[in-house]
């Protein structure tokens, strides 16, 4: 069963956030990046707890998620340990991955759902249509929550998400 609401992905890239005039706007939901990583390793998004306490002011519900570049399970492994506390969602998205292959990059998502699982976390992962249509078997993430997103005026994505 599909659930659909309108919600926005926000992180320090949307510096200061008018949480009030979000709600006013209509959305329902904000996902916050918890963080990602760069050459030195993983960071939390210097806007977290600002975008989580400013959407929960609002009255929206929010969720979190870390941006990954990680490529093996050891880099899952220890993305996850560095955000688990406030995590919900994994952002697979980043074109590096692509190069694994469909069965690697849906393997190592699914790796990461199922640790946050195992940690009773209610996990979930989150892309774009094309992401998902073309690099990641969804069929295969079924168990666990997909928030996709799309900027057209219509979801042109198919598959089973809620």
Same mark, same amino acid.
């Given at each position: 069963? !599909?659930?659909?609401?309108? @919600?926005?992905?926000?992180?320090?890239?949307?510096?200061?956030? %008018? +949480?009030?005039?979000?709600?006013?706007? @209509?959305?329902?939901?904000?996902?916050?990046?918890? @963080?990602?990583?760069?050459?030195? @390793?993983? $960071?939390?998004?210097?806007?977290?707890? &600002?975008?989580?306490?400013?959407?929960?002011?609002?009255?929206?519900?929010? =969720?979190? $998620?870390? $941006? *990954?570049?990680?490529? *093996?399970?050891?880099?899952?492994? =220890? =993305?996850?340990? *560095?955000?688990?506390?406030?995590?919900?969602?994994?952002?697979?998205? !980043?074109?590096?991955?692509?190069?694994?292959?469909?069965? &690697?990059?849906?393997?190592?998502?699914?790796?990461?759902?199922?640790?946050? %699982?195992?940690?009773? +976390?209610?996990? =979930? +992962?989150?892309? /774009?249509? %094309?992401?998902?249509?073309? $690099?990641?078997?969804?069929?295969?993430?079924?168990?666990?929550?997909? +928030?996709?997103?799309?900027?057209? #005026? #219509?979801?042109? /994505?198919?598959?089973? /998400?809620?």
């Amino acid at each position: 069963m !599909a659930l659909f609401q309108v @919600g926005i992905d926000v992180s320090r890239y949307q510096g200061s956030i %008018n +949480w009030s005039a979000v709600a006013a706007a @209509g959305k329902q939901f904000a996902i916050v990046r918890i @963080g990602s990583s760069n050459n030195n @390793g993983a $960071y939390v998004d210097p806007y977290f707890l &600002q975008n989580v306490n400013g959407a929960h002011a609002a009255g929206l519900r929010v =969720g979190a $998620y870390y $941006y *990954t570049y990680a490529r *093996t399970e050891s880099a899952v492994a =220890g =993305g996850l340990t *560095t955000f688990l506390n406030s995590l919900e969602f994994v952002d697979v998205e !980043a074109r590096s991955l692509t190069s694994l292959g469909k069965p &690697q990059l849906t393997n190592l998502v699914k790796y990461a759902m199922d640790i946050l %699982n195992q940690r009773k +976390w209610y996990a =979930g +992962w989150y892309s /774009y249509t %094309n992401y998902i249509n073309s $690099y990641m078997n969804a069929s295969a993430l079924a168990n666990y929550p997909l +928030w996709v997103a799309d900027y057209r #005026s #219509s979801l042109g /994505y198919t598959g089973q /998400y809620g």
